[in-house]
C-alpha cells in the first residue's frame, strides 16, 4: 500500500494546484506581519512607519519601500481592520486554488504594482511626490482583480465581486487620503495575473504562472526606471542611474529564485512520476 501511494498523483484544481486542506497559512501570516508592524508603528511614534513607507520621491534611493509600505497602516484602527478583512475574505477563496506559492507571489507584485501606480501618476513638482502612500489595499484590490478570472474559470459567478470592485475603487475617490492611485496599480497587476493562472494549460500551469510572475516584476522594473529617468532632469542633479545597478541586481535574484523553484518542482513531480509626514492610506 505504500509503494502504491508513491505513485498516485495528487488530485489538481482546474488551476493546475494540487489540493490540499488545512488553513491558509500565507494569508495569516501576512495578517500577522501587518499586525505587528502597526503596533510597532504606535509604540515608535512613527519611527517605524517613516523607515519604511514609500513615497516617490525616496524610491530610488531605497526602493524596498515600494514593498514594505504595504504592511504599515495609518494609526486609525479602521484602516487596518477593514485591509485585513479584506485580505482574510480574499486569502480563503485564492489561496487554497492558487496554492500557497502563486498566493504569495500574486500579493506581493501586486503590492509592488500599487506603488509602482503611486510613482506614475505622482507629480516631482507638486506634494504628491513627497506623500506616503501606506497600507495594503493595493495588494487586496490585486486580489480582487485576480479573483475575477479565476471565478470565471471555476465556472462561478463574478458578478458580485465585479460591484464589489467598483464599489471600493469608487470610494477612494470620494474619502480623503486614499491613494486611488495605489489601488489602480494592484487592480491591473492583479487581473493580469489572475489570467495568466486561470487559463494556463493545465499541465504547465505552474510553468506558464511563475513566467508570468517574472514577466510581471521584470515590467515593473522597467515602468520604476522609466519613471525616474523621465524625471531626473527635473528632480534630480544626478539623474537616476545610481539606483538602476540595485534594480537589476533585484531583477536577478527574483527571475533566480523563479527558475530555481520551478526547477525543484519539476524534480519532485518527475520523481513522483517514475517514483514621508503626510500619508495617504492605501
Keep these: 500500500m505504500r509503494e502504491g501511494s508513491r505513485n498516485v498523483r495528487a488530485a489538481k484544481n482546474p488551476l493546475g494546484t494540487t489540493v490540499r486542506g488545512g488553513r491558509p497559512v500565507v494569508t495569516l501570516t ?3 506581519i501587518c499586525v505587528v508592524s502597526w503596533v510597532l508603528q504606535l509604540a515608535t511614534g512613527g519611527s ?30 479602521l484602516h487596518i481592520l477593514l485591509n485585513m478583512y479584506a485580505l482574510w475574505l ?21 503590492a509592488l504594482a500599487g506603488s509602482v501606480g503611486v510613482l506614475l501618476l505622482a507629480s ?17 484590490f490585486g486580489l480582487f482583480g485576480a479573483a475575477v478570472p479565476v471565478l470565471r474559470r471555476a465556472g462561478m459567478q463574478g458578478t458580485q465581486m465585479i460591484g464589489l ?9 470620494v474619502i480623503a487620503n486614499v491613494a486611488w492611485q495605489a489601488h489602480l496599480g494592484g ?11 486561470a487559463y494556463a494549460p493545465r499541465d504547465r500551469a505552474m510553468l506558464v504562472s511563475w513566467i ?8 515593473l522594473v522597467v515602468l520604476i526606471q522609466a519613471r525616474y529617468a523621465s524625471v531626473s532632469h527635473v528632480f534630480y542633479a544626478g539623474g537616476a542611474a545610481p539606483a538602476a545597478a540595485g534594480w537589476v541586481s533585484y531583477t536577478a535574484v527574483v527571475i533566480h529564485t523563479f527558475i530555481h523553484r ?6 519532485r513531480d518527475r520523481w513522483v512520476t517514475s517514483s514621508g509626514s503626510a500619508s495617504r492610506n492605501r
Design 30 to 32: 501576512l495578517i500577522g
Design 48 to 77: 517605524w512607519t517613516e523607515r519604511w513607507a514609500f513615497w516617490p520621491a525616496i524610491g530610488h534611493a531605497e526602493p524596498w519601500r515600494m514593498l514594505t509600505t504595504t504592511f504599515l497602516h495609518s494609526d486609525n484602527v
Design 90 to 110: 480574499m486569502g480563503q477563496f485564492l489561496e487554497p486554488l492558487l496554492g500557497r506559492a502563486r498566493f504569495l507571489a500574486l500579493y506581493l507584485i501586486c
Design 124 to 140: 516631482p513638482t507638486d506634494a504628491s511626490w513627497r506623500t506616503a502612500a501606506i497600507g495594503a489595499s493595493g495588494a487586496v
Design 165 to 173: 470592485i467598483v464599489l471600493n475603487f469608487v470610494l477612494g475617490f
Design 187 to 197: 487592480l491591473v497587476m492583479g487581473l493580469a495575473l489572475g489570467f495568466v493562472f
Design 212 to 219: 508570468g510572475c517574472g514577466v510581471a516584476v521584470v515590467l
Design 262 to 267: 520551478w526547477g525543484r518542482r519539476v524534480e
